[in-house]
């Protein structure tokens, strides 16, 4: 099975060879990178885009994940530049809680009220899948979790997407090390906050 990682159009990715080191470590899974530009480190899906469009983590992702389901066709695991597998492990259906659980007034926040809202139109669960941990995903039901975004730009595709299609294995709080003083979480995965070079923890686990 693939793992598909997008990529920005940027000069340098200062994660990206650290993230796909730790795949092939831990897992049996074949990296590949989708987007705009090609870094040579692995398999890569060229979105058409070129190098001149800017990425947009929303619209940009929409594409990507479009264009590797329409590439691969079947089924695959989405992860992220700065998604690290700490120890062998499986993707797992990972929440956060509740799309409402943050009242905080921001951009990122409207837009998961703004998925729960659909979702509780629609009669489904409004579980928080906007985790920093790997997903599989399944073509059939992510295009239509793409075409809901597609209709309301508003709305988060991986909690769309992961409400559609079942309940979460586990309720945890997100992987993501934001500072230098964050405990690496007790987990398969991490994400770091930029370069994993800026975080002790993070280096020394991923040199182990």
Same mark, same amino acid.
């Given at each position: 099975?693939?793992?598909?990682?997008?990529?920005?159009?940027?000069?340098?990715?200062?994660?990206?060879?650290?993230?796909?080191?730790?795949?092939r470590?831990?897992?049996?899974?074949?990296?590949?990178?989708?987007?705009?530009?090609?870094?040579?480190?692995?398999?890569?899906?060229?979105?058409?885009?070129?190098?001149?469009?800017?990425?947009?983590?929303?619209?940009?992702?929409?594409?990507?994940?479009?264009?590797?389901?329409?590439t691969i066709?079947e089924?695959?695991?989405?992860?992220?530049?700065?998604?690290?597998?700490?120890?062998?492990?499986e993707?797992?259906?990972?929440?956060?809680?509740?799309?409402?659980?943050?009242?905080?007034?921001?951009v990122?926040m409207?837009?998961?009220?703004?998925?729960a809202?659909?979702l509780?139109?629609?009669? $489904? +669960?409004?579980?928080?899948?906007? =985790?920093?941990?790997?997903?599989?995903? *399944?073509?059939?039901?992510?295009?239509e %979790? &793409?075409?809901?975004?597609?209709?309301?730009?508003?709305?988060?595709?991986?909690s769309?997407?992961?409400?559609?299609?079942?309940?979460?294995?586990?309720?945890?709080?997100?992987?993501?090390?934001?500072?230098?003083?964050?405990? $690496? +979480?007790?987990?398969?995965?991490? =994400?770091?906050n930029?370069?994993?070079? *800026?975080?002790?923890?993070?280096?020394? %686990? &991923?040199?182990?």
């Open positions: 099975m693939r793992v598909v990682i997008p990529v920005a159009n940027e000069e340098r990715n200062r994660s990206l060879a650290y993230a796909l080191a730790s795949i470590k831990h897992t049996d899974l074949d990296p590949v990178t989708v987007g705009g530009r090609d870094f040579g480190l692995c398999d890569h899906i060229d979105t058409g885009e070129g190098r001149s469009n800017a990425y947009s983590k929303f619209n940009g992702e929409a594409t990507a994940m479009r264009t590797a389901i329409h066709g089924t695959f695991v989405w992860s992220n530049d700065d998604v690290y597998w700490l120890r062998p492990s993707p797992i259906r990972w929440a956060l809680g509740d799309l409402t659980a943050d009242s905080r007034r921001s990122y409207q837009r998961k009220h703004a998925t809202h659909a509780r139109a629609a009669g $489904l +669960p409004t579980y928080d899948y906007e =985790s920093h941990t790997p997903l599989t995903i *399944t073509p059939k039901h992510m295009l %979790a &793409l075409d809901w975004c597609d209709s309301n730009p508003q709305l988060d595709k991986r769309v997407y992961g409400n559609l299609t079942g309940l979460p294995d586990l309720i945890a709080p997100d992987v993501k090390v934001r500072t230098r003083r964050d405990p $690496l +979480p007790d987990a398969p995965w991490a =994400s770091s930029g370069s994993p070079t *800026t975080w002790p923890a993070l280096m020394a %686990a &991923l040199n182990a």
